[in-house]
């Protein structure tokens, strides 16, 4: 076995908001070897009322950072989506919450 590290040729790293990755072109989609939603209420308050201090707190700086989300597209096999690898908690939770906003999915 060798000690070389494999680096990828095509890694792309990005800052976006959520408004712009509910933008994308191809459609998000979660890998068979993703765990179940799993989020309770706890969970779901507790987001909500970080947003609420945030909101409360805000000093002009307009952003709240959510935290990581990676995203794989699997060139080979499906060229027109993007799978969640890291943050599908997160991702479904406000989702879920734009939907009770707005009446719609982004």
Known sequence: ??????????????????????????????????????????????????FAEFIQTDNGQRQYYMGTLLLHQKVEVEQNKHFVIDGQQRLTSLSLLYWLLHGELP
């Open 1 to 50: 076995m060798s000690n070389k590290e494999v680096v990828p040729q095509d890694v792309t790293v990005k800052l976006v908001s959520f408004s712009q990755l509910a933008n994308v072109k191809s459609p998000l989609a979660l890998d068979s070897y993703q765990r179940a939603y799993v989020w309770g209420e706890d969970k779901i308050i507790q987001l909500l009322n970080d």
